[in-house]
């Protein structure tokens, strides 16, 4: 009963340390995406 119980608990925080990742990665993204657009003034295709 422990093992599984274990195990568990170990998924959760894989798979919250991985959404943390991602959600830090496409704000970064965006904050980039956004400071360049305000550099040069238009964005260029």
Known sequence: ????????????PSL???????VFLAVSLLGLVL??????GTPVP
């Open 16 to 22: 919250s340390s991985m959404a943390y990742l991602a």
């Open 35 to 40: 400071f360049l657009q305000l550099k040069f």
């Open 1 to 12: 009963m422990s093992t599984p119980k274990q195990e568990d608990h170990h998924e959760i």
